[in-house]
């Protein structure tokens, strides 16, 4: 009935009266809206603190068990073709003969970072470092021996030198007692 009434106001334009029914609503409403907000406002900065309580660490339930280190093989059948997840060609950097082999370096084998492959017989190389040593130790002889040899031909110089003077000194002396006439 309240709707068919202010349609009947609305319609005599009795409209002052619906208006400021409404401003007292929304004023109304406005301040229960404020004051709920202070009222909370008042409840929040008034509650009491709450108690600091240290919650224990918590315990975590594990089973343990004592394991043995035990070596096993496991077996897979299948059908396919197995290949390598790494093939690599390997190269000695030195020629030689192949004195021993990894037990693990073989077609199908494992080997593992840092291992010894193979070893190449040092027969070669010692006998290579042997006639080294011997072909240093007959250059020094040659060495030594040059050594001597210029000596002995600086020797041999000096003498021909000497002999040089006294030619020379003979011939002067020869050719004064010509221009002497004594001879």
Do not use: C
């Not at 003969?97 to 190389?125: C, E, H, M, N, W």
């Amino acid at each position: 009935m309240d709707f068919f009434n202010r349609a009947l106001a609305a319609w005599r334009g009795d409209t002052d009266r619906i208006m400021s029914r409404q401003k007292v609503f929304i004023i109304l409403a406005v301040v229960v809206l404020m004051a709920g907000a202070a009222i909370t406002s008042l409840l929040i900065r008034n509650r009491p603190k709450p108690e600091v309580v240290i919650a224990p660490e918590p315990r975590r339930f594990v089973r343990t068990m004592l394991l043995n280190k035990q070596d096993k093989t496991f077996w897979v059948k299948g059908f396919g073709t197995v290949r390598p997840k790494t093939e690599i060609s390997i190269a000695p950097e030195v020629s030689g003969k192949v004195a021993a082999r990894s037990a693990g370096f073989r077609t199908g084998g494992f080997i593992k970072k840092g291992d010894v492959l193979f070893q190449i017989d040092p027969a070669d190389y010692k006998l290579a470092i042997e006639r080294r040593r011997a072909e240093i130790a007959q250059l020094r002889a040659d060495i030594a021996r040059l050594r001597q040899e210029e000596k002995n031909h600086q020797a041999d110089l000096d003498i021909a030198e000497r002999q040089m003077e006294l030619v020379s000194q003979e011939m002067e002396r020869n050719e004064r007692l010509r221009r002497q006439g004594v001879i």
